[in-house]
């Protein structure tokens, strides 16, 4: 069984930017249909943030982070990168990398996808 792997988290003053990175191993991406990013604030239900699809790169946001954050990838690398610019004190959470198998369809804002492979998350901090 492969794992996900997350780094680039930390601490950042609101504006600020952050990378996060997730590196796959004892898997490859272009395996599985899709990737993408979850977070977990505290004391709330964890959103889906973005994912992409490995074939095309097809890609989705959820509507509080379109047009700050940007999901890419290199299949060849079997890594996934997810970088956030214009950071919010609301973006403050636990990030979570994950892929799917089955094809990403989600039905409605911040819903998560069928995820089957989860990595243990990175801590981002957006202070004001």
């Known amino acids: 069984q492969g794992q996900l792997v997350e780094s680039g988290g930390g601490s950042v003053q609101a504006g600020g930017s952050l990378s996060l990175s997730c590196a796959a191993s004892g898997f490859t991406y272009s395996n599985y249909d899709c990737m993408g990013w979850v977070r977990r604030a505290p004391g709330k239900e964890a959103e889906g943030v973005a994912h992409?699809?490995?074939?095309?790169?097809?890609?989705y946001y959820a509507e509080s982070v379109k047009g700050r954050f940007t999901i890419s990838r290199d299949n060849a690398k079997n890594t996934l990168y997810l970088q956030m610019n214009s950071l919010k004190p609301e973006d403050t959470a636990m990030y979570y990398c994950?892929?799917?198998?089955?094809?990403?369809?989600?039905?409605?804002?911040?819903?998560?996808?069928?995820?089957?492979?989860w990595g243990h998350g990175t801590q981002v901090t957006v202070s004001s």
């Open positions: 994950a892929a799917s198998r089955r094809p990403c369809t989600v039905a409605a804002d911040r819903q998560i996808p069928p995820y089957t492979h």
């Open positions: 992409i699809y490995t074939a095309g790169g097809s890609t």
